[in-house]
């Protein structure tokens, strides 16, 4: 093991579990992300009962998760170089200081001015925990045992989002919203003392820190500005979009206007700045590329879907969110049984080998959710979760075992910051694709189905005849004809988004052999 390990480049000296067993390091530092990751998925669920308890319309309410999403977005990136300039463990330290503090103010919100500030601190607090994490585990595990490393981390960032909006319904439902806030405060304490206690800042760490401010050291503000004004631009347009009507929208118009040239600037002047804040020039691996392309689409898989299948159980089929919530649920049991035994798995496979065929089941579980109809089970969904789930742990370990081949192990920071953030983004994109595609899906199909809503069609003018005389009135007759028609048109609606994500999909597996990884090129 020691000789393998010797052989990767890997020998110990950036391990942030010091004496200790990594797996007890782990064990410690996924408390905190768990922590962060399932907020998220809570509060997107009590949405409603927060918008009703602050007395405002739920609209205004979602500034609340986007003011929540700009903060985060704009923190991972850099992250990697906060953690180098105050110290790994302090930063982590310090971002789950600053999460739980934001979480107490959260639960004491009077209104929701007060409440999105709380948010904008959760965020800043917790876009340092994965990232930071990531880095820990990539640090502390060689080469040939991060994918058992990660299977860890994967129940953590994979897991925690399918069970949260079943967990955040149950609390809302059976507490408080309060309370979906509250609970973070233990967790969070207990999480600052065993971070503290258990890991350690290695002293190669500590001697880079010490030689970059003997050097000086280069803020690069510049790029901070322009990555802040892009990202805050891109993820109001990508969350606000459909909700204020797009171009339409002087908002959207200027959140793009800003997205394009923010993160056009970035770029330019990230590629070219000796030290860049955000690690834009790791793309130019193409090992690492793909990785992150991968991720992005990984992102969208999870949390698209974590979105758009309760929406379609409730709207459709008429389920409680909780119950929508369980279909979830259900499929990421099976998630939590494939993590240990794909990591396994991919210290001993080439990840290629696992990564196509579960593309190919992700495909395959939206071909099975786009066959569905008004006429389907609750048991029908689930089976298509659990295709789904079963296959993401066999995408997430590998991806992120595969990005770090042949990077220098002091980028890991910078790759675990990128690799986080197209996760999360891929999420935000994923979110709007579906919905914008849903709303205007379900006009098409409305649309062409009330064409042949009338007189001469024989069909129509039997069933409205027919209803007229079992309810006794017109009006109540085509009342519910047209409920039938909304039903059937977002079923419709849900089905075309559905064919659009099975191809996205399908689109990544030819990049799949263009992956260089640890049991294919050993050289």
Same mark, same amino acid.
């Given at each position: 093991m020691a000789a393998r390990s010797a052989a990767s480049g890997w020998d110990g000296s950036r391990s942030a579990a010091g004496n200790l067993s990594p797996w007890l390091m782990t064990a410690i530092v996924s408390v905190a992300t768990a922590m962060e990751i399932l907020d998220v998925s809570i509060a997107n669920v009590s949405l409603s009962n927060i918008a009703g308890s602050l007395s405002v319309a739920q609209e205004k309410a979602t500034w609340m998760v986007t003011s929540y999403l700009v903060a985060n977005a704009i923190i991972i990136p850099i992250s990697g170089f906060l953690s180098r300039a105050i110290g790994r463990k302090r930063y982590f330290l310090f971002s789950i200081a600053i999460f739980t503090a934001a979480s107490l103010m959260c639960a004491l919100s009077p209104n929701l001015g007060f409440l999105i500030v709380a948010r904008v601190l959760q965020g800043i607090g917790g876009g340092g925990l994965a990232p930071v994490q990531q880095s820990m585990i990539t640090d502390s595990f060689p080469p040939h045992k991060r994918g058992q490393a990660?299977?860890?981390? =994967?129940?953590?960032?994979?897991?925690?989002?399918?069970?949260?909006?079943?967990?955040?319904?149950?609390?809302?439902?059976?507490?408080?919203?309060?309370?979906?806030?509250l609970i973070n405060v233990p967790?969070?304490?207990?999480?600052?003392?065993?971070?503290?206690?258990?890991?350690?800042?290695?002293?190669?760490?500590?001697?880079? #820190? +010490?030689? #970059?401010?003997?050097? =000086? *050291?280069?803020?690069?503000?510049i790029?901070?500005?322009?990555?802040?004004?892009?990202?805050?631009?891109?993820l109001i347009t990508l969350d606000r979009g459909q909700t204020e009507n797009w171009f339409e929208s002087d908002l959207i118009v200027t959140t793009a206007i800003l997205a394009a040239v923010g993160l056009t600037a970035m770029a330019i002047w990230e590629t070219l700045h000796d030290d860049p804040i955000v690690p834009v020039h790791l793309l130019k691996i193409p090992n690492f590329a793909i990785s992150v392309l991968m991720m992005l689409m990984?992102?969208?898989?999870?949390? $698209?879907?974590?979105?758009?299948?309760?929406?379609?159980?409730?709207q459709v089929y008429g389920y409680t969110a909780y119950d929508a919530g369980l279909a979830l649920t259900f499929g990421g049991f099976a998630a939590i049984v494939m993590m240990p035994l794909t990591g396994v798995l991919t210290s001993k496979i080439d990840? #290629?080998?696992?990564?196509?065929?579960?593309?190919?089941?992700?495909?395959?579980?939206?071909?099975?959710?786009s066959d569905m109809s008004t006429q389907s089970?609750?048991?029908?969904?689930? *089976? =298509? #979760?659990?295709?789904?789930?079963?296959?993401?742990p066999f995408l997430f370990i590998p991806i992120n075992t595969v990005a770090y081949v042949g990077l220098p192990p002091e980028d890991s920071d910078k790759a675990s910051a990128m690799l986080?953030?197209?996760?999360?983004?891929?999420?935000?994109?994923?979110?709007?694709?579906?919905?914008?595609?849903?709303?205007?899906?379900?006009?098409?199909?409305?649309?062409?189905?009330?064409?042949?809503?009338?007189?001469?069609?024989?069909?129509?003018?039997?069933?409205?005849?027919?209803?007229?005389?079992?309810? $006794?009135?017109?009006?109540?007759? *085509?009342?519910?004809? @047209?409920?039938?028609?909304? +039903?059937?048109?977002?079923?419709?609606? @849900?089905?075309?988004?559905? @064919?659009?994500?099975?191809?996205?999909v399908i689109v990544i597996l030819p990049m799949i052999p263009f992956l260089k990884t640890v049991h294919g090129n050993r050289g």
């Amino acid at each position: 093991m020691a000789a393998r390990s010797a052989a990767s480049g890997w020998d110990g000296s950036r391990s942030a579990a010091g004496n200790l067993s990594p797996w007890l390091m782990t064990a410690i530092v996924s408390v905190a992300t768990a922590m962060e990751i399932l907020d998220v998925s809570i509060a997107n669920v009590s949405l409603s009962n927060i918008a009703g308890s602050l007395s405002v319309a739920q609209e205004k309410a979602t500034w609340m998760v986007t003011s929540y999403l700009v903060a985060n977005a704009i923190i991972i990136p850099i992250s990697g170089f906060l953690s180098r300039a105050i110290g790994r463990k302090r930063y982590f330290l310090f971002s789950i200081a600053i999460f739980t503090a934001a979480s107490l103010m959260c639960a004491l919100s009077p209104n929701l001015g007060f409440l999105i500030v709380a948010r904008v601190l959760q965020g800043i607090g917790g876009g340092g925990l994965a990232p930071v994490q990531q880095s820990m585990i990539t640090d502390s595990f060689p080469p040939h045992k991060r994918g058992q490393a990660f299977a860890a981390f =994967g129940m953590v960032v994979v897991v925690a989002p399918i069970v949260g909006p079943t967990i955040g319904g149950y609390i809302t439902d059976s507490i408080s919203w309060h309370w979906i806030f509250l609970i973070n405060v233990p967790v969070g304490v207990l999480s600052l003392f065993l971070v503290s206690l258990l890991t350690v800042e290695p002293k190669v760490l500590v001697e880079e #820190r +010490k030689e #970059r401010y003997r050097r =000086g *050291l280069k803020v690069d503000y510049i790029g901070f500005i322009f990555t802040a004004i892009g990202l805050a631009g891109l993820l109001i347009t990508l969350d606000r979009g459909q909700t204020e009507n797009w171009f339409e929208s002087d908002l959207i118009v200027t959140t793009a206007i800003l997205a394009a040239v923010g993160l056009t600037a970035m770029a330019i002047w990230e590629t070219l700045h000796d030290d860049p804040i955000v690690p834009v020039h790791l793309l130019k691996i193409p090992n690492f590329a793909i990785s992150v392309l991968m991720m992005l689409m990984l992102g969208m898989l999870v949390f $698209g879907t974590i979105q758009i299948v309760p929406q379609m159980l409730q709207q459709v089929y008429g389920y409680t969110a909780y119950d929508a919530g369980l279909a979830l649920t259900f499929g990421g049991f099976a998630a939590i049984v494939m993590m240990p035994l794909t990591g396994v798995l991919t210290s001993k496979i080439d990840a #290629r080998m696992l990564l196509f065929p579960a593309f190919v089941m992700q495909a395959a579980s939206f071909w099975h959710f786009s066959d569905m109809s008004t006429q389907s089970t609750f048991w029908g969904a689930v *089976l =298509g #979760r659990f295709y789904q789930s079963v296959a993401l742990p066999f995408l997430f370990i590998p991806i992120n075992t595969v990005a770090y081949v042949g990077l220098p192990p002091e980028d890991s920071d910078k790759a675990s910051a990128m690799l986080n953030f197209a996760r999360n983004l891929g999420g935000a994109f994923g979110i709007s694709i579906a919905q914008t595609l849903l709303a205007r899906r379900e006009q098409f199909h409305q649309w062409r189905m009330t064409e042949g809503l009338n007189m001469l069609n024989s069909q129509f003018s039997t069933t409205l005849h027919q209803l007229t005389q079992s309810l $006794g009135s017109r009006t109540q007759a *085509l009342a519910v004809i @047209y409920r039938m028609v909304e +039903k059937q048109s977002a079923m419709f609606a @849900y089905v075309d988004v559905y @064919y659009v994500l099975m191809w996205g999909v399908i689109v990544i597996l030819p990049m799949i052999p263009f992956l260089k990884t640890v049991h294919g090129n050993r050289g």
